[in-house]
């Protein structure tokens, strides 16, 4: 969940070279020196600064997303737990100064969705009920997440309405949940991102 974009700054350090503490002093190198570089395990993760505030939204619950199968430049909005609209904008500068692209509309629960493709992820209201609906079309596809746990029954502590969510990797779409059957611990389900089947659980 999402108050406000934040933009997080990381130092990069070349891996091999002297870090804090040994006798030969370095120097961080900048984003812009390690571009080109720091493929594969060539750079490591130094450090993290203060995060920025951007812009902040009608509401302290909600989502912005990229589509990282789409345009990398678009980003989706959605606004407070009860999801009514997708709001588009072009680019980051544009989402920063409400310059709307264009809304498109929706009927969805929680904060955990996701835009993979050229769909939208989510769940129906009060339900363990999953749906697609593709962003040009609006096609949907619906299945239910038999035995998951909903409207709040297993959602993080504070948050309302955060049963179930999505996440994207470089092995496809996830659904991450809790069952009263592996006693309300988290499971996650690889999904086939066509029909909402799902390929393998795992059980923690």
């Known amino acids: ?17 002297p870090s804090e503490g040994e006798v030969t002093p370095s120097t961080t190198p900048t984003t812009d020196e390690c571009q080109g570089q720091c493929s594969g395990t060539s750079c490591e993760l130094k450090g993290v600064e203060n995060p920025v505030d951007h812009k902040t939204s009608g509401f302290i619950q909600g989502a912005w997303m990229k589509d990282p199968a789409g345009d990398p430049d678009v980003i989706y909005y959605m606004n407070n737990y009860y999801v009514g609209s997708i709001q588009v904008y072009r680019n980051l500068n544009d989402f920063k100064n409400d310059n709307l692209q264009k809304t498109i509309k929706v009927s969805a629960c929680g904060t955990g969705h996701v835009i993979y493709n050229g769909n939208f992820y989510s769940t129906r209201h009060h339900s363990n009920k999953m749906f697609k609906m593709n962003l040009k079309t609006r096609a949907t596809v619906e ?5 998951a746990g909903h409207t709040n029954t297993y959602h993080y502590r504070g948050k309302s309405l955060t049963d179930i969510d999505f996440a994207i990797d470089e092995k496809g779409l996830w659904v991450i949940y809790a069952t009263p059957q592996n006693g309300g611990r988290i499971v996650g389900s690889r999904l086939n991102p066509d029909d909402l089947a799902i390929i393998q659980t795992w059980n923690t």
């Open 1 to 17: 969940e999402l108050h406000s974009l934040k933009e997080v700054t990381m130092k990069l350090q070349r891996t091999g070279e």
């Open 143 to 147: 299945k239910v997440l038999t035995n």
